[in-house]
């Protein structure tokens, strides 16, 4: 196994958008191990010099550091917004979920 942590990348996407083709193909393309898709949720935020808000879902995606900047690459192309949030975080859990999300993703 590589130098290579297990990390989460939180996006948010439209709650009415057809979210199935861009989690498939992030796992497709082993570029995720996982996408959990969130239920409907409001969201508020300052865009163009003014708070708006609107219906999104939240997206976890679980993925290796060294698969990091590919997958950030990819959801730019597959995102539909102009700005995709892109939080990543490092992750810690059981060995052997952790070693699954490196081997998923290699």
Same mark, same amino acid.
């Given at each position: !196994?590589?130098?290579?942590t297990?990390?989460?990348?939180l996006?948010?996407i439209? @709650?009415? @958008?057809?979210v199935?083709?861009?989690?498939?193909?992030l796992?497709?393309?082993?570029? @995720?191990?996982?996408?959990?898709?969130?239920?409907? !949720?409001?969201?508020?935020f300052?865009?163009e010099? @003014?708070?708006q808000g609107d219906e999104?879902?939240?997206?976890?995606?679980?993925?290796?550091?060294?698969?990091?900047?590919?997958?950030?690459?990819?959801?730019?192309?597959?995102?539909p917004y102009?700005?995709?949030e892109m939080?990543?975080?490092?992750?810690?859990?059981?060995?052997?979920?952790?070693?699954?999300?490196l081997?998923?993703?290699?």
């Amino acid at each position: !196994m590589s130098d290579a942590t297990a990390v989460i990348l939180l996006t948010t996407i439209g @709650a009415t @958008a057809d979210v199935e083709p861009l989690a498939r193909a992030l796992v497709e393309e082993r570029l @995720a191990a996982c996408v959990n898709v969130l239920p409907p !949720m409001r969201s508020f935020f300052r865009w163009e010099g @003014a708070v708006q808000g609107d219906e999104e879902r939240q997206l976890v995606i679980k993925t290796s550091s060294a698969r990091l900047e590919a997958l950030q690459s990819r959801l730019r192309t597959l995102h539909p917004y102009e700005l995709p949030e892109m939080l990543v975080l490092s992750a810690r859990g059981s060995d052997e979920y952790l070693t699954w999300i490196l081997e998923s993703t290699s």
